[in-house]
């Protein structure tokens, strides 16, 4: 098994930044997709931002197009995720996962175990 542990997060007025990390006790494949997905109480975990462990490509929500920014740190396996003007609608728990595609928030690899997530506060 291969732990997550997110970091980061807190909260901001709109129109802010803030910056979340991931960390990965364990190398993923090439091949996954690793990224970050979020939840509110009573909601569906969704999909925010994606990035191919080999090769680097990246996947947004059409929702965070534009103004979050995925990135990794392969020597560390890390996932950062950058996150600017942030909207009252970006408050959520956010969590990393790591999938074979981009259904892994709903679909993760359970040999990457979920962290606790960290939460996010955008006040307006």
């Known amino acids: 098994q291969v732990q997550l542990a997110e970091s980061g997060g807190g909260s901001v007025q709109a129109g802010g930044s803030l910056s979340l990390s991931c960390a990965a006790d364990?190398?993923?494949?090439?091949?996954?997709?690793m990224g970050w997905c979020r939840q509110g109480p009573g909601n569906k975990r969704e999909f925010v931002a994606g990035?191919?462990?080999?090769?680097?490509?990246?996947y947004y929500a059409d929702s965070v197009k534009g103004r979050f920014i995925i990135s990794k740190d392969s020597a560390n396996y890390r996932v950062l995720l950058q996150m600017n003007n942030l909207k009252p609608e970006d408050t959520d728990t956010y969590y990393c996962?790591?999938?074979?595609?981009?259904?892994?928030?709903?679909?993760?690899?359970?040999?990457?175990?979920w962290g606790q997530g960290t939460q996010v506060t955008v006040s307006s």
């Open positions: 996962a790591v999938g074979t595609d981009l259904g892994f928030c709903q679909y993760p690899l359970r040999s990457f175990t």
């Open positions: 364990g190398r993923p494949y090439s091949s996954h997709v």
């Open positions: 990035i191919r462990w080999g090769g680097g490509r990246t």
